[in-house]
Every structure is written in structure tokens, then in C-alpha cells.
């Protein structure tokens, strides 16, 4: 496999309106916050600037508006070295946008107001076959409309691509032939959502695994957050990766970090539990800066942590 793999995106743009406060308001309260910045994000354009910055050759299919925020969008996926030839500009729609609260402890509350991501058809996608017939690996996130992911699936599949889903933001229910993918990369949220059992210890972690498997997924890989993460393969293989550990600054992002390193080693050949080790570190990085695009480290800076701290 080739050092600079190719990886296809087919995921959401945002422009991200983030306010710092010391704590998250309850419901019906107002509470002062800290400063407030404008930054780029959406789970796959964070997913393609992370895989771009790890070394990837990264082309994206998504949706912008037709607005100052689609310009500044298109901008920042260019200078990260992301081709956007396949990033449609969409008339009379906003960008999508979302609205991100960061607590003193660096978690996060978003609300995503979809705009130009809503519009991504099934025939956006089919019209777009040739992208998939020299990527290896397709990410995926769940910020698009369901038809469209479907169609991306089917698409991937006929391909013999590898399809990694980030099933965020999970559903309660979701449909059962997205299950069907390569790697499904919940976090412990995500996974109880889907599942409905939350995964806070060892003991239940290979359960809700193990559960997404049982559905479809070839390999389940959990992002536990400070616990590291979990991957469960669907011929027996039970890999526990510690975490790294770091300064938090701010979470946002860190799982896109994770699922965009995870892509990038599969694409490169490497073996899952290494893989693994290589998004953990990947997404430990992002929590040491503020914001989601500006966060995603580079493959350097991932090699330097692995070496920092090597594990056992
Ligand atoms: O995963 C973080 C991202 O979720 C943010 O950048 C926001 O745009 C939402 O898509």
C-alpha cells in the first residue's frame, strides 16, 4: 500500500460558531460565556483535513452554500490540501452551520443546522463514481441525509473500497444495512445510542462491540475517550488500546481526528491494532488545541506522541 493513500470523504461541512463558558447553561438558563470564534468544521471536512495533514491524498464530496461562510469553507479544505473539485456550490442555500458550547473541562454541546449538507443527493453521489474507484477507503459520518449515505454504501461496495462509518450524530434507530461496513466507529455515546447499553467499563465495552458486529459492521472500534479505545473484529479479535495521555483543552473534534488517522493507517496496510494506536494518539493531539479543522494534528506530531509515549 502506498504511503499517501487515497481516501475519499463523502460528509458534512460546517462552519462552527463556538462560545467558551466555564460550564454548560441547564435548560432555560442563560448564562455569560467566555470568547466566541467562527471556525471551520463538520464532521467530514474535519475527517478530510485530518486525513490530508496525516499524509493522505484527500478528495471530498459534500455540499457548501452559496454564502460567505461556503467561500471561507472551500478556502480552508484547499490550503489544507484537500481536493474540492467534487464539493458542489448550492444555490439559495446557507453553509451549514453549527452552534458549539466548550465547557471549563474542554466538552462539548453542539447543534448542527444542516443547510447545503441536507441538499447531497444519491445522485450527487452516482454521478461522482469515478472518485470511488481509486480510493481504498471511503469515510463516512452521519450528517448527510440517509438516501445518500445508502447510495455512498452501495457505491463503496461495488467498488471494493473500505467504508469506515463514524455513525455521529447516532440515531436511536439506525437503519440496519448501514451496519454493513467495514469499520463502524462509535464513541461510548454513540454506541449507547445505537445499542442501548453504555459502555463505562471493560466488561460491558466488548458487549456493545460485539453488538455492532453482530449487526453487520466487519470491525467495531469504540473511541472510550480516556480510556483509549476498543476493537472487536468479526473473525474473534479483541484489541484494547490504552489512551495517550495529554492537556484537554478543548474535545471537539478529537473523534474525527481518531476516525480520519484510523482510515488513513487501514489505507496504508497497517494492522487494526496498530491502527488504532495511531487514531488514539491522533485524537488525544486534537484535545490539546481549540476548534475542530485548526485541531487536527499532523502525522509528525502523531509519530512524536507515539514515541513519547510508547506502549507496551
Ligand atoms: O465533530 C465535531 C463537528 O461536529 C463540528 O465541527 C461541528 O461542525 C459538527 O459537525
Known amino acids: 500500500m502506498s504511503n499517501q493513500p487515497n481516501i475519499l470523504v463523502v460528509g458534512s461541512i460546517n462552519m462552527d460558531l463556538v462560545v467558551r ?8 438558563e442563560t448564562i455569560i460565556g467566555e470568547d466566541f470564534k467562527t471556525s471551520p468544521g463538520g464532521k467530514g471536512a474535519n475527517q478530510a483535513v485530518a486525513a490530508a495533514r496525516l499524509g493522505a491524498n484527500c478528495s471530498m464530496i ?36 453549527a452552534i458549539i458550547i466548550v465547557d471549563g473541562k474542554g466538552e462539548n454541546s453542539i447543534v448542527v443546522a444542516s443547510g447545503a449538507n441536507s441538499m447531497l443527493t444519491p445522485d450527487d453521489i452516482f454521478s ?28 463503496s461496495k461495488r467498488h471494493n473500497c473500505r467504508v469506515i462509518l463514524d455513525p ?14 467495514s469499520v463502524i466507529s462509535p464513541n461510548a455515546g454513540e454506541a449507547e445510542m ?3 447499553t453504555l459502555a463505562i467499563e471493560e ?21 472510550l475517550g480516556a480510556r483509549g479505545s ?14 495517550y495521555k495529554v492537556d484537554v483543552v478543548d474535545t471537539t473534534a478529537a473523534g474525527d481526528a481518531f476516525t480520519a488517522a484510523l482510515g488513513v493507517a487501514i489505507a496504508r496496510g497497517m494492522h ?23 485541531a487536527m494534528p499532523t502525522a509528525n506530531e502523531v509519530t512524536m506522541l507515539m514515541a513519547d509515549q510508547p506502549m507496551l
Open 21 to 28: 463558558a466555564g460550564r454548560m447553561p441547564l435548560p432555560g
Open 272 to 294: 487494526i491494532r496498530q491502527a488504532a494506536r495511531f487514531a488514539n494518539a491522533a485524537g488525544a493531539l486534537a484535545c490539546t488545541r481549540f476548534g475542530a479543522q485548526q
Open 62 to 97: 459534500g455540499r457548501v452554500g452559496w454564502d460567505a461562510f461556503g467561500q471561507k469553507l472551500l478556502e480552508q479544505l484547499s490550503e489544507n490540501g484537500v481536493n474540492t473539485q467534487n464539493v458542489i456550490i448550492t444555490p439559495k442555500q446557507s453553509s451549514g452551520t
Open 194 to 196: 445505537l445499542t442501548g
Open 168 to 181: 455521529a450524530p447516532a440515531p436511536r434507530s439506525m437503519p440496519p444495512e448501514l451496519y454493513h461496513v
Open 203 to 223: 466488561r460491558v465495552d466488548k458487549q456493545v462491540a460485539s453488538e455492532l458486529i453482530a449487526r453487520g459492521a466487519e470491525t467495531a472500534v469504540l473511541k
Open 128 to 155: 461522482r463514481e469515478e472518485c470511488f474507484t481509486h480510493s481504498p477507503v471511503v469515510l463516512m459520518q452521519l450528517e448527510l441525509p440517509l438516501p445518500t449515505i445508502r447510495a455512498t454504501i452501495d457505491i
Open 230 to 243: 476498543l476493537v472487536v473484529t468479526s473473525d474473534g479479535h479483541f484489541y484494547r488500546i490504552p489512551s
